[in-house]
């Protein structure tokens, strides 16, 4: 048996049956007491009832909750040996076309990683920088028509459509300018879908009883995958086109077309729709909700958005978008991405299954055991965190209380996850958001993030967890 976390061989296990937990019914569990929407906050709920190593049923699957970040990191490091990603995740993102690399598992996702990784990575990440410019220019431009017109953004939708332009532009080489078309190609069936996808995974009904909810899901699939199809289609030509690029690949699609197309190669077409569509998955969601929880946390906190306005003018001087190379002057701003992903992590929870009989902190977990992660009980913990509820961007900067490198409070908040499938995406998200922010506060002062009614904005869980429904007002500034 693996001892994943450092515990002696010899020293007592303890079994599931004996970890604490909420009561549920004999059939159904817990199933009753659990939202899906709102799965993250139940589940930290009964962390703090019951401490950081729990249990729960829905129907017959028992789920161990773990939320320490030592045990948290533990599971996350012990990957693809130890832990997986769960085979009802890898289920269901089969059957809606998503099975790329956030959802395979052994040797399969040993053989996406690299490729996935080198498309994504720091050079890559620079040589796109002028296309990110021109889809943020865009983006400017419609916020301004907004702000002129005195009209309220539907924050996240456009968030979106910003982070589709710049994923597909990134790992497609196509520009598909959602942005600027009211055509909302992509969204519309992401929309539809990501709700899907984690509707199949969490639902503790079989899949009869949730059809009604899944009407019309098959025409979204079919538009998706004819989006998809056309992108390699497209890359497929440029490569005929031009031979040099098979061993010279622009981005991400055309390494994998190159690579499908290799004599004795293993990648499938499969393998290649499923991991663009992966893309567009966990590129879309993830970078827009977390920029709108930033935004209205800047609102919120106007000291904060000053400080990091002034930053932003002063780096930018006359220019009106940051250079690669400015975006690493905006450490401000950076804190302030950092901070908002502590206090909103847009994955707060993470679900493991164990690959081989293994001990967790002292707990003995079968194979097969679905093992949820809690990622933000740590990261608004006081014994790490001073003041854990406040947005302080500041305590990241330099010389401050996270702002050096041995900082070990640092490695508690893991937005990003942790260990070997780690978000390979960090790098675009992070210059995305701090684009977005430099254009924000460069170019307009914000008069209000709010929902239409004004009530407390709500967290909602899908496929990553969102605000919901917050409308963003702007005045140009001269
Ligand atoms: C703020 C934005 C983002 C956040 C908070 C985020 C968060 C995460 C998290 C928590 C994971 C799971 C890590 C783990 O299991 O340890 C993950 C995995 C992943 N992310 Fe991101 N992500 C973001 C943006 C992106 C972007 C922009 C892309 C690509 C365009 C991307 C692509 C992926 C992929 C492909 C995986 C699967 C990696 C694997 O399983 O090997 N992410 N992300």
Known sequence: MAIIDGLRADAPVRRIRELPGPRGLPLLGNALQIERERLHQTVERWAREYGEMYRFRITSREFVVVSNPETVAAV???RPDGFQRGARLNAAARSLGFNGLFTVNGEEWRRHRPMVLRGLDPAHIKAFHPTLVKVTERFERRWRQAAEAGRAIDLQADLMRYTVDVTAGLAFGCDINTVESDEDVIQKHLD???PALARRVLSPLPRWVTRRAERGLDEHLAAMRSAVDGFIADARQRLADTPQLREHPHNLIEAMVAERDRPGSRLT??????NMMTMLLAGEDTTANTLAWMIWLLHRHPEAAQRA????RRVLGAQSHPTHEQLGELDFVEACAHETMRLKPVAPLLIQEAVRDTVVSG????????VMCLMRPGAVDAAHFPDPEAFRPERWLAGNELGHAASSAKRVAMPFGAGPRTCPGRYLALSEMKMVAAM???AFDIADVATADGTEVQERLAFTMSPVGLQLRLRARA
């Open 76 to 78: 996350l490091r012990d």
């Open 440 to 442: 924000l506060l460069a």
């Open 269 to 274: 077409d499969l393998d290649l729709s499923g």
């Open 363 to 370: 707990l003995a977990v079968p194979a097969g055991t679905p």
């Open 192 to 194: 539809k879908l990501l």
């Open 309 to 312: 306005a002034e930053e932003v």
